[in-house]
């Protein structure tokens, strides 16, 4: 007997392309034998899983980036029409994917639970609102009127903030079965949100508005709980297969980079709290880049290789205020190789996108993206037939 999944109208892969039922059940059950069950989940685009938040926070990195790079004298090259042409792609990337995300949760909300009880997946339920504070930070300027909008996009954003990543920490840290070392860079979604608040917060003058150093609390949390979540992951490499090879690697950068632009705000200047956090990025750039990151492989599931992008972005951006603050020669030849960098991560990952989407209407050779947590539940969809 044996049972084979199909997604997108086709019979892929759960492991070795076939799943053996135990003969324990066949002796149950013996009308069964002979026969074939097969089930058919739904397209990608009505299953979408929530690592494609993954690119719209890519996109929402570009948009940073070439804010900076518009509003920087020793990049004149760079104007403002980059800054838009991303903003614009990436609220409409999101914007997809939000609404095929929220069909879904309506049509099939069985897996939206199953990725919030997952203890890596559920931390991609960050990412929208993160993207909001990276749009919002990367606005042209030509679009930004007033702050009064940007304080609420910052108040709105911090109550979800708050909401949210307060049952993963719990869960985390706090639960019966909870471990310390069971942080992922996954769990960086999570966290980097903080940063990001702080920056907005700065942006937007919050702290005079409100009267409370807002800002400067949310890089305190952020802080913490990235060196907790470092410390973890680097604790458990040696023990976690598969995790040193994966692009969620590169999250180890964004958080510490979103810090560098959130220290120069405090201190008024990239000075010497900046530099250590840019410093501290380099290096695990090096280190990371050792691991060889690769697109070669089809990716597990859908936008994993989009981890890649926001990262690599963020520490680009920090390039170019510090080559702004400290000019020279060498300062700005660093921010152009990261910049280049980050294009062709960009350029190489949304190629291999596409080539994905090709390699899936081959059925035949390529079955590609059988979302796990869907593998894991689909005798609860509606279409099932058994097959003599």
Same mark, same amino acid.
């Given at each position: ?5 199909c ?6 892969n ?6 053996e ?16 069950e ?7 685009w009505?299953?979408? +899983?929530n690592t494609?938040f993954g690119?719209g ?12 790079l ?6 004149p090259?760079i104007?403002?029409?980059t ?5 614009g792609?990436?609220?409409a990337a ?7 995300y929220?069909?879904?949760?309506i049509?099939y909300p069985f897996?939206?639970?199953?990725e ?12 929208p609102h993160?993207f909001?504070l990276?749009v919002?930070?990367?606005v042209p ?5 007033t ?6 996009i910052?108040?709105?954003t ?5 909401i949210?990543?307060n049952?993963?920490?719990?869960r985390?840290?706090?639960d019966?079965?909870?471990?310390i ?8 979604f #999570?966290?980097v949100?903080?940063?990001f608040l ?6 937007t ?9 807002? +800002? ?19 604790l ?5 297969a ?9 999250l ?12 120069e ?8 709290a900046?530099?250590?956090l ?6 695990l750039l ?7 990151p ?13 981890a890649?992008?926001? +990262?690599l972005?963020?520490i680009a951006? #920090?390039s ?14 660093l921010?152009y ?6 294009l ?9 996108e ?6 899936m ?7 590609y993206?059988?979302?796990?947590v869907?593998?894991?539940h689909l005798d609860?969809?509606e279409?099932r037939?058994?097959?003599s």
């Open positions: 007997v044996i049972q084979k999944y997604f997108c109208g086709m019979e892929v759960d492991g070795n392309n076939k799943v039922i135990s003969r324990a059940d066949e002796a149950t059950n013996p009308e069964s034998a002979g026969t074939m097969r089930i058919y989940a739904p397209p990608l009505a299953r979408m +899983p494609a690119i926070l890519g996109l929402g990195g570009q948009t940073i980036m070439w804010k900076t518009s509003m920087a004298s020793h990049f090259i104007g403002p029409t800054n838009k042409v991303f903003w792609l990436a609220l999101m914007g997809i994917i939000l609404i095929l929220v069909y879904k949760a049509k897996v939206v639970k199953a919030w009880k997952n203890p890596v997946r559920s931390h991609f339920f960050s990412a993160v909001v990276m919002s930070i990367g300027n030509n679009l930004v009127q702050k009064n909008v940007l304080r609420v910052f108040g709105v911090l109550g979800l903030q708050t949210l990543t049952p993963l920490y719990i985390w840290l706090f019966a079965n909870a471990s070392k069971s942080a992922r860079p996954q769990f960086l #999570s966290c949100g903080w940063f702080a920056v907005l917060g700065l942006q003058n919050i702290s005079d508005e409100w009267g409370i150093n807002i +800002p400067a609390f949310c890089f305190g949390s952020g802080l913490f709980l990235y060196l907790i979540i470092i410390t973890s992951n680097f458990s490499l040696s023990r976690a598969g995790v040193k090879k994966s692009p969620a690697m590169f180890f950068i964004a958080p510490p980079s979103v810090a560098v632009i959130a220290a705000g405090f201190y008024g200047g990239f000075l010497t900046s530099q250590f840019l410093g501290w990025c380099l290096v090096v280190l990371l880049i050792r691991i060889v690769s697109v070669e492989k089809s990716s597990s599931s859908f936008g994993t290789y989009w890649y992008v926001f +990262p972005a963020g951006t #920090s170019v205020r510090y080559a702004e603050s400290q000019p020279s020669i060498a300062s700005c030849g921010a190789i990261l910049v280049a960098v980050s062709i991560t960009l350029l190489a990952v949304f190629v291999r596409v080539y994905n989407f090709w390699e209407s081959n059925h035949e050779k390529h079955p993206w059988p979302d796990p869907v593998t894991a609860k969809f279409q037939v058994h097959v």
